[in-house]
T-cell receptor, first 110, second 116 residues
């Protein structure tokens, strides 16, 4: 499975959009991009996933570049409860397992 | 959304005890279940993958005789930590996925295991 690169931490002001980047330059054609988040001492929460088209749900939007080598998770109006570690994971191919990297710690500031 | 229930949420026991953790998918059939472990300030580490009715596949470095996994039905998987020692203290998290291969995995809330 392709490896992902994320910044270790980001800050965002409450009420503003949080844009979390992810690089996955070695992604292959049948691999999906998944986003999860983990609030302290809880299990990861599924946010959104996509293959090549942009996706939107009630939690977030996922923008995938045309070459699929990077993506951005957008939380349109961040709240304090969005403070968490956000994981971008590429899954598919032979193993189809979710392998977690180190993620981005998003701190939403009041 | 899909719900995965994990029990117990916390357990404290003496060294040498075996501990069983249950993971249930409440509103979908989980053909594949996964067990992860997370140490403080670290990311989740996949321990093993199990398919209903089959033996679990363990990741490199995970002792299969130490961490017994049973996935006897489409809604239940169990992880038994046998003869637990203090170094087994960790946050154990299960995850489940339905039949479609690109469906997202859903996670339980984890079990905090402390071995004294």
């Amino acid at each position: 499975d392709a490896k992902t690169t994320q910044p270790p931490s980001m800050d965002c002001a409450e009420g503003r959009a949080a844009n979390l980047p992810c690089n996955h330059s070695t992604i292959s054609g049948n691999e999906y991009v998944y986003w999860y988040r983990q609030i302290h001492s809880q299990g990861p929460q599924y946010i959104i996933h996509g293959l090549k088209n942009n996706e939107t749900n009630e939690m977030a939007s996922l923008i995938i570049t045309e070459d699929r080598k990077s993506s951005t998770l957008i939380l349109p109006h961040a709240t304090l409860r969005d403070t968490a570690v956000y994981y971008c994971i590429v899954r598919g191919g032979a193993t189809n397992k979710l392998i977690f990297g180190t993620g981005t710690l998003l701190a939403v500031q009041p | 959304g899909a719900v995965v229930s994990q029990h117990p949420s916390r357990v404290i026991c003496k060294s040498g005890t075996s501990v069983k953790i249950e993971c249930r998918s409440l509103d979908f059939q989980a053909t594949t279940m996964f067990w992860y472990r997370q140490f403080p300030k670290q990311s989740l580490m996949l321990m093993a993958t199990s398919n209903e009715g089959s033996k679990a596949t363990y990741e490199q470095g995970v002792e299969k005789d130490k961490f017994l996994i049973n996935h006897a039905s489409l809604t239940l998987s169990t992880l038994t930590v046998t003869s637990a020692h203090p170094e087994d203290s960790s946050f154990y998290i299960c995850s489940a996925r339905g039949t479609a291969i690109n469906q997202p995995q859903h996670f339980g809330d984890g079990t905090r295991l402390s071995i004294l």
